[in-house]
């Protein structure tokens, strides 16, 4: 299902060329199928609107196919001219990339996306990019993805992907919900600041971003100063009535706003739409749901509380990131089930103050547990050590160490075998001193292995056994390291959820070092103590199972 709604100066949006000094081509694409994302048209056209409410010529299309978007861009390229004002495309939707350049995806009518036809059909930021170039230091290219996952294999891969900026065009991307609630606020202030403002509403810059960079200035535009426009011919009566009816239509995206309008304007220019949109609507089974959770506005940071007590309830997001995608919905969806509520995906104010005081309840009860379970471990390695101690002997602490290896008594144990390894080495034989010296010089398990074999009963085959073990946990540790990094790495941290983390860890006196955001060899060091501590995999990385147990100490998730 698509809506076509082309705005040009002096059309339906209303702008007078005369005063305008900027041009944008505004496209928002969401519903590539019933299940709608977060981004809807209202945003698209609040967001056309600010602009043209600056005096900017604007082009605009919503959920439009591969025709519509072309004509889109042919019109909005005919607009252009060199009056020395910003330029600005905003595309929103989903997007796909291949070796050739990066694509937004058309909407279809059956809501499915051939890969095949992506390349021949899909809008090309080439294009976009290219029309900017000539227009360099006022030149805007704003892009918002959706969490819209395409079954792609051979040709292509989702998302933007890396762009070919071309100098002196500033490239605006992250979140579709979010770059809309800029492009729709803030977006068309006079004055306002492009990075500030990203840093605010959490988007990404790339290409030209000097200090000081504004999309409008005071001056570039004149926007209409209340003129009322001459009456227009009795023709034309009908059809800006018409016009009227179906912005409110839009604005109320509703069965019964569509079916309003079509009651009132059955030969109306927008029949057809508002016709397509009302099926839509209809095959929609959670569209109210769905309606309420846009109402709600919420922000990344609401989004990140969203997703944190999912995590912390066992639901797993695929990610802690603000970003409702797959993962996010099907977590909602399981959450919804297991506590009896309509299964929907879609959250409302009560549910979401109901899965947060679950999730305040769960934390707690995961600190109790892990209270509980730290002072038992705590207890077995004490009465382990006093074993170890009262018996004295050199097997004892090697046990010891390869049970506890950031053991509280680990420093005395080790102390001790230095000692038996010293005064062993001092009385062992030559040759018996040698092989262990080449043994430790390659300091590997078939090393000592040999030497073992070699020497059964030699001065030095405790240690070789430790240091067997040792490399052998070793290596499942990096075995654990590489599949953590990559858990840590889906889950998009931020910088604030890193310095957090840090955080924590230096409150548990875990010695992450400098609380920077960075994860250097302090932090993964910490959080490896931090895990053995904890009886979780040991890697150094911010898995999933590790961010549970520091999102029920109260500390990653959502603040900025």
Request: aromatic residues 8%.
């Amino acid at each position: 299902m698509r809506f076509l709604a082309v705005a040009l100066a002096g059309a339906v949006l209303g702008a007078t060329s005369a005063l305008a000094n900027g041009d944008a081509l505004v496209i928002g694409n969401s519903r590539y199928t019933a299940v709608q994302t977060l981004f809807g048209a209202q945003r698209v056209a609040q967001a056309a609107s600010a602009l043209n409410a600056k005096g900017f010529d604007v082009t605009l299309v919503q959920d439009a196919d591969a025709a519509d978007m072309r004509r889109a861009f042919g019109e909005f390229a005919e607009l252009l001219d060199d009056d020395g004002g910003p330029v600005v495309i905003l595309l929103t939707g989903a997007f796909v990339h291949s070796a050739g350049g990066s694509y937004l995806l058309p909407v279809t009518g059956n809501g499915r996306i051939d890969e095949a036809d992506v390349l021949m059909q899909g809008f090309p930021l080439d294009a976009a990019l290219a029309v900017l170039s000539a227009h360099q230091g006022r030149a805007f290219l704003v892009l918002g993805e959706t969490g819209e996952d395409p079954d792609l294999s051979l040709y292509l891969s989702a998302g933007l992907g890396a762009l070919d900026i071309p100098h002196g065009v500033t490239v605006i991307r992250g979140p579709a919900v979010d770059v809309a609630r800029y492009a729709a606020r803030d977006m068309a202030r006079t004055g306002r600041f492009v990075r500030r403002a990203a840093i605010e509403y959490e988007l990404q810059i790339e290409g030209y971003a000097p200090q000081g960079q504004v999309i409008v200035r005071a001056g570039d535009v004149t926007p209409p100063r209340g003129a009322i426009d001459p009456p227009l011919p009795d023709p034309f009566a009908n059809r800006a009535a018409d016009d009227v009816a179906w912005r409110l239509a839009q604005e109320a995206d509703s069965a019964e706003g569509y079916q309003t309008y079509l009651d009132g304007f059955p030969g109306g220019v927008h029949v057809n739409a508002a016709r397509q949109r009302l099926s839509a609507l209809n095959a929609e089974p959670f569209y109210r749901e769905r309606r309420a959770e846009e109402d709600l506005e919420l922000d990344r940071n609401d989004r990140r509380a969203i997703q944190r007590a999912l995590t912390i309830l066992g639901h797993d997001t695929r990610g802690i990131d603000g970003v409702f995608g797959d993962g996010t919905r099907g977590a909602i969806r399981r959450w919804q089930q297991e506590v009896g509520l309509r299964v929907s995906s879609y959250l409302d104010r009560d549910q979401i103050a109901r899965l947060q005081t679950q999730a305040t309840r769960r934390a707690a009860e995961l600190e109790e547990e892990e209270k509980r379970q730290q002072a038992e471990r705590a207890r077995q390695e004490r009465v382990f050590w006093r074993r170890v101690e009262d018996r004295g002997e050199e097997a004892g602490f090697r046990e010891y160490l390869q049970k506890y290896p950031e053991g509280r008594f680990a420093d005395e144990a080790r102390a001790v075998l230095k000692s038996i390894d010293k005064q062993r080495a001092e009385q062992a034989a030559g040759q018996d001193r040698r092989d262990w010296t080449k043994a430790t010089q390659a300091n590997s398990v078939a090393a000592y292995n040999t030497y073992l074999r070699d020497w059964p009963n030699g001065a030095f085959r405790e240690e070789a056994k430790l240091r067997i073990s040792q490399l052998q946990l070793d290596a499942d540790r990096v075995r654990n390291s590489i599949q953590a990094s990559r858990e840590e790495k889906a889950m998009n941290l931020n910088f604030v959820a890193r310095q957090l983390a840090e955080r924590r860890l230096e409150q548990l006196g875990m010695k992450p070092g400098k609380v920077d955001g960075k994860f250097d060899e302090n932090t993964r060091a910490a959080l490896r103590r931090f895990q053995d501590a904890r009886g979780l995999r040991v890697s150094g990385y911010l898995d999933e199972q590790t961010m549970v147990r520091l999102l029920a100490g109260g500390i990653i998730g959502i603040d900025r």
